[in-house]
């Protein structure tokens, strides 16, 4: 973490799309970018396939969630926080109808205990081929 800005660039957490840290410290608050599901030092995104223009040919949510939940840790963990300092978390979804069930079951399993605030949008797009990105606001102790 720089110092001077605050900033957090993960070594974990996959790197951003456009120029961005993957998250910034006010005080004792952390606020993540959006972070998506896709794998650190490639494009690889579990759970999807796309076809030769790019396109999503199929995907697996499921496998999207456990992916994004565990690129969300990373970054709390290098900010020096932790998953249990989650505040609010923001869920965009591209197909709430077949994605939100899935989504549901699997942050109810995540956040057994003393769940954060959570606010779900479904939106037409997200900047890469990907099916879920969340935004995070969390504690540091």
């Known amino acids: 973490m720089s110092e001077e ?7 974990r957490a996959p790197e951003p799309v456009g120029l961005y840290p993957h998250a910034r410290r006010v005080g004792n608050l952390l606020f993540l970018s959006g972070v998506g599901p ?12 796309l076809d030769e223009q790019g396109n999503i040919v199929s ?3 499921e496998a999207q969630c456990h992916s994004v939940f565990r690129n969300v840790r990373y970054i709390l963990e290098e900010s020096g926080s ?9 869920v ?8 939100f069930p899935t989504y549901n079951r699997l942050w109810a399993e995540y956040f057994s205990e003393h769940p954060p605030c959570r606010t779900t949008l479904e939106i037409n ?9 969340l935004k995070v606001l969390a504690t540091i102790e």
């Open 38 to 49: 896709r794998e650190r030092s490639t494009k690889k995104i579990p759970g999807v396939e």
């Open 5 to 11: 800005l605050n900033e957090v660039h993960s070594q």
């Open 82 to 90: 932790s998953w249990s300092n989650i505040v609010d978390v923001t």
């Open 59 to 61: 995907y697996d949510i």
């Open 125 to 133: 797009c997200l900047p890469t081929p990907i099916a879920i990105e």
């Open 92 to 99: 965009f979804l591209t197909n709430m109808k077949d994605d």
